[in-house]
């Protein structure tokens, strides 16, 4: 494989929904990482690469540090977390129109036994005034020694390349690891159930909580021109089920739709989506479950 002038991996961690998964989608250029305003999106480390003539960076997009209430929260703790000591580099990302919490605090403090150049990226500053920003800086200044501070709107890709062409200098000289258009390590039946759930968490809003889980059952080349979806969404109660369904299945049928388009995009193809809903009582605190849907003890 040819060789590269630098390449490397890079953490990002940061507090739920400060939109380390928005930076992630704007630098790799595609819909790897699912995106929701609702906190901890992101259950899985999500490995996008960026590729050029002299670069290969591989990030990892970390589920948001919270307090957890459930298996599956300890998993998503402890994913995040588990990365910090086996990458080159970190980006911690604060949301700037948030003031420093204790999620934070919590963050930092185990960054103080990183030894890797961490990199402070203040995102959202399109939604704050300019002269706000310096006092956000110095907050978090005080507290660690970081190697850069970067300002940036990661929806508007203000600021972005300038990150990325200062973290490809901070990598080591090597090959790179991944082949020119490879764009993740995960395969096509893990995103495509990423983009159901989005939906799912779009489309319900409050309605039903992060109490979902999507399993890919089967995909399969029809024809040249037509590629068939078969996906589960798992619930934990009955009455999740009836308002994921719909009166006359109308729910079912919109998020079928949206996810339909996304998954499209993803393969190249026409999709002709299948979606059924099954309820798995209490299925975020049971280890067989999380194992079974892809939350493995093994990640961490």
């Known amino acids: 494989m040819e060789s590269k002038a630098h390449s490397g991996f890079v953490a990002i961690i940061g507090r739920p929904n400060v939109g380390k998964s928005t930076f992630l989608n704007q630098v790799i250029g595609e819909k790897i990482a699912i995106m929701s305003d609702k906190a901890q999106t992101t259950r899985n480390k999500i490995q996008g690469i960026y590729t050029t003539a002299t670069t290969q960076i591989v990030f990892i997009d970390t589920p948001g540090i919270h307090k957890p209430h459930s298996r599956l929260g300890d998993f998503m703790v402890q994913s995040a977390l588990s990365t910090l000591n086996e990458v080159d580099c970190v980006i911690f990302m604060v949301n700037a129109t948030e003031k420093k919490g204790k999620g934070d605090q919590f963050i930092i403090e185990r960054l103080k036994q990183v030894k890797q150049p961490i990199f402070l990226v203040i995102n959202k500053i399109d939604q704050v005034h300019p002269d706000d ?56 039946r893990f995103i495509a159930g990423e983009l159901v759930r989005e939906q799912v968490l779009k489309v319900t809003r409050e309605e039903v909580p992060h109490s979902v889980a999507v399993i890919v059952d089967r995909i399969h080349r029809e024809d040249e021109e037509k590629v068939l979806v078969q996906a589960t969404i798992i619930v934990e109660r009955g009455s999740q089920k009836g308002i994921l369904i719909g009166k006359g299945g109308k729910m079912l049928k919109l998020i079928g739709t949206r996810a339909r388009k996304e998954i499209e995009h993803l393969l190249g193809d026409r999709v002709y989506l299948e979606l059924w809903v099954k309820v798995q009582e209490n299925w975020r605190d049971k280890k067989a479950d999380l194992q079974a849907f892809g939350y493995k003890q093994d990640d961490y």
């Open 133 to 188: 920003l310096l006092a956000i800086v110095d907050s978090y200044r005080n507290e660690l020694a970081f190697k850069e501070v970067f300002p940036i709107s990661a929806l508007k890709g203000n600021n972005c390349e300038e990150l990325v062409a200062t973290l490809g200098k901070q990598l080591p000289a090597g090959p790179q690891f991944y082949p020119d258009d490879q764009i993740t390590d995960h395969p096509e």
